[in-house]
């Protein structure tokens, strides 16, 4: 926290009843310092890019970690619903539990919002980066988005050391109203594709009072999203 530093490194594991060709499990690397953000993905070396949100607000978000009520109120205008569950033990430690949903029309209207927000802060060089926001609202507009989780807090510490979360997401698409040319619409081109996500998953924290070996950024270099 002091300074501010933050490394994850999350492997993406593609699964199915049959395999696909060309899809691997993924290795995503991210770094961040308080003023620079670096990612890595597979094949490629270290990219730099400014911090897509102000320092104010990751100081906001420490704060709300030490005021339940405000960060509750918080997630609450964000579309979550929460309910108590029942306690339990897990690996011979206590833990009061939350479920959480989302409510779908309250997100729909956050997302386009911090889309909006964040796109717009960007100096589009061509109109069909212009477009971009349209076409992402479009995507959304008539998705059906279903996300449930359960947060375990450790009854010793009061920290969410547990994290399950369980996610569909269902996009219809009509691919023609992307096309930017005009010769791109042809017959072949169908109407309507369907996009059927599932996501489940657990985050585990622990050793949270230990270090971490930082990665060796010195030589990335400087991500344009428009090369």
Do not use: H, R
Request: charged share 25%; proline share 5%; with cysteine.
């Amino acid at each position: 926290n002091e300074p501010l530093e933050a490394y994850i490194k999350q492997k993406v594991a593609i699964s199915g009843q049959e395999p696909i060709e060309g899809m691997e499990d993924m290795v995503v690397e991210t770094y961040m310092t308080e003023d620079k953000m670096y990612m890595k993905a597979p094949g490629q070396g270290w990219m730099a890019m400014d911090l897509p949100f102000p320092s104010d607000f990751i100081k906001e978000q420490q704060e709300l970690q030490s005021n339940p009520i405000k960060a509750a109120e918080q997630m609450q205008e964000m579309g979550l619903v929460f309910s108590f569950g029942d306690d339990v033990n897990i690996d011979g430690k206590d833990y009061y539990v939350i479920n959480a949903v989302i409510d779908q029309e309250k997100f729909q209207d956050i997302y386009q919002q911090t889309l909006t927000e964040v796109l717009g802060a960007m100096e589009p060089e061509s109109v069909e980066d212009a477009a971009v926001v349209e076409q992402m609202n479009k995507i959304f507009d008539g998705a059906d988005i279903n996300y449930f989780y359960t947060v375990y807090i450790d009854k010793t510490n009061l920290i969410s050391s547990i994290f399950d979360f369980d996610c569909k997401l269902n996009l219809n698409i009509n691919p023609k109203e992307f096309a930017t040319d005009e010769e791109a619409v042809v017959e072949d081109i169908p109407e309507k594709v369907a996009i059927n996500m599932l996501m489940k998953g657990t985050f585990n924290i622990k050793d949270l009072d230990q270090p971490f070996v930082a990665p060796d950024v010195s030589e990335a270099t400087e991500f344009n999203p428009y090369d």
